[in-house]
Nanobody, 120 residues
Framework: QVQLVESGGGLVQAGGSLRLSCAAS????????MGWYRQAPGKQRELVAD???????NYADSVKGRFTVSRDSGKNTVYLQMTSLKPEDTAVYYC??????????????WGQGTQVTVSL
């Protein structure tokens, strides 16, 4: 009964910015690690950034200094602020959330994916 809804993807020119949002809703007691993965055609899925419940963030080397992950635990929402976008950032971005349900079960959920396309 948990749903993750992603938003914020789209088409942007190189050097531009986008902000992705992912909101978890349903029978959630607490969210733990929340983050973003991406997958481009012909490439493996890779971790972009994640953030712990305590606010400690981790980034892929390719996005350090350009992307910022943040969260609003009260809203069970994680954000990815992307700046200085490059064509190689083009991918489907997936939200990933580890949480504890109201029935005290630890589970992991994936968002539906949102397309980010960076043009020249």
């Amino acid at each position: 009964q948990v749903q993750l809804v992603e938003s914020g993807g789209g088409l942007v020119q190189a050097g531009g910015s986008l902000r992705l949002s992912c909101a978890a809703s349903g029978s959630i007691l607490r969210t733990n690690v929340m983050g973003w993965y991406r997958q481009a055609p012909g490439k493996q899925r890779e971790l972009v950034a994640d953030i712990t419940s305590g606010g400690n963030a981790n980034y892929a080397d390719s996005v350090k200094g350009r992307f910022t992950v943040s969260r609003d635990s009260g809203k069970n929402t994680v954000y990815l602020q992307m700046t200085s976008l490059k064509p190689e950032d083009t991918a489907v971005y997936y939200c990933n959330v580890h949480l504890l349900t109201t029935t005290l079960i630890a589970r992991m959920y994936w968002g539906q994916g949102t397309q980010v396309t960076v043009s020249l």
